[in-house]
Nanobody, 120 residues
Framework: QVQLVESGGGLVQAGGSLRLSCAAS????????MGWFRQAPGKEREFVAV????????YYADSVKGRFTISRDNAKNTVFLTMNSLKPEDTAVYYC?????????????WGQGTQVTVSS
């Protein structure tokens, strides 16, 4: 089992920045990629970003490309999502997950989520 705990969410004005963290514990399988998804009220959960185990490759949704950066520190079992130039449409609950791919069903473990609210 792998436990994931997100932190760093909050309320920010449009144009501002936030840095989300996801701490992993438990029996993490070596080779797991880590992804971030988000879900806004009334909408389906959507892919945001993913990073490979080594951190050498990362992929982003078009809606966040150039504004968000995913990174990881394997020594601390932590993944980060740095979000800049935030927009009101970025408002959602953000989830980290262990797996690899663009679809939620490609991930084995999920955190409980952290709320990000961007005011206009």
């Amino acid at each position: 089992q792998v436990q994931l705990v997100e932190s760093g969410g909050g309320l920010v004005q449009a144009g501002g920045s936030l840095r989300l963290s996801c701490a992993a514990s438990g029996r993490a399988r070596s080779g797991y990629g880590m992804g971030w998804f988000r879900q806004a009220p009334g909408k389906e959960r959507e892919f945001v970003a993913v990073i490979t185990w080594s951190g050498s490759r990362s992929y982003y949704a078009d809606s966040v490309k150039g504004r968000f950066t995913i990174s990881r520190d394997n020594a601390k079992n932590t993944v980060f999502l740095t979000m800049n130039s935030l927009k009101p449409e970025d408002t959602a609950v953000y989830y980290c997950a262990a797996g690899l791919g663009y679809s939620a069903n490609q991930y084995d473990y999920w955190g409980q989520g952290t709320q990000v609210t961007v005011s206009s």
